[in-house]
Structures are given as structure tokens and as C-alpha cells.
């Protein structure tokens, strides 16, 4: 099922809003708010999505969402200058998101549910 996805997703998203002051970047203030903010919207999107009884594929506004903010999390840290560390957890993390976003969207659709990237046909029997 598609939920667990975007309970890692979330749980990322968690990690985002705590990640400047575990990974010690807390003194870079634009690094602090863009992760904590884009790190809650990650959060709030990607448990939407997994509580979302009828979940919809690629017509998913949550996963688009949460996708959305792991392509940003992986500019990020070219964008603000973030050192090594810092810059291969927002990376990997980052792809990690988009990867099971577009899992999770491509699943619905190979499923039957319905999204515009949907290839199934209905039977008319």
C-alpha cells in the first residue's frame, strides 16, 4: 500500500525541521527557515496524503506537494552553501522524496485509481 511511503515521507519532513541544529548548520538563518519551513510543509503533505482514504494518483495535490519540496531539498544546500554534511543529507533525503512520491503516485495509477497518468482501461463486460 502506498501509506507507508508518505509516513517515510513525513518522517523526513521531520528530519528537515531538525536538521539545522543536529547537523549544526543553526547559524545560517536563511538554511534554518527554509529547512524547518519547507521541512513542515514536507510533513504536513506527506501525512495528509497517508491518512487520505481516496488516494488519487498522479492527481495527488499532497504528493505533487511533498515531491515538490524534495526537488527542493535537493537545491538546497547548492543554493545556501551548505558544507559537505549537510549537503549530502538534504541531497540524498531530497531524491529519496521524489523517488517514493513518484512511486506512490505511479503505483496508484498501475492499480486502477484514478490520475491522469493512469494507462488501465476499463472493461465494458
Known amino acids: 500500500m502506498m501509506m507507508w511511503k508518505n509516513w517515510v515521507n513525513a518522517v523526513i519532513g521531520l528530519w528537515f525541521i531538525v536538521a539545522p541544529w543536529a547537523l549544526g548548520f543553526s547559524d545560517k538563518t536563511a538554511a534554518v527557515w527554509t529547512s524547518v519551513i519547507f521541512g513542515l510543509v514536507q510533513l504536513i503533505a506527506s501525512a495528509w496524503a497517508?491518512?487520505?482514504k481516496n488516494h488519487t494518483g498522479w492527481k495527488s495535490w499532497q504528493n505533487w506537494v511533498s515531491l515538490i519540496m524534495g526537488v527542493w531539498f535537493v537545491i538546497q544546500p547548492f543554493a545556501l552553501s551548505l558544507n559537505s554534511g549537510e549537503k549530502w543529507s538534504s541531497v540524498i533525503l531530497g531524491l529519496i522524496t521524489v523517488l517514493l512520491n513518484l512511486w506512490s503516485m505511479s503505483d496508484a495509477a498501475?492499480?486502477?485509481?484514478?490520475?491522469?497518468?493512469?494507462?488501465?482501461?476499463?472493461?465494458?463486460?
Do not use: L, Q, R
Not at 110 to 125: C, E, I, L, V, Y
Open 50 to 52: 497517508a491518512t487520505e
Open 110 to 125: 498501475d492499480h486502477g485509481w484514478a490520475g491522469f497518468g493512469s494507462t488501465k482501461k476499463k472493461s465494458t463486460t
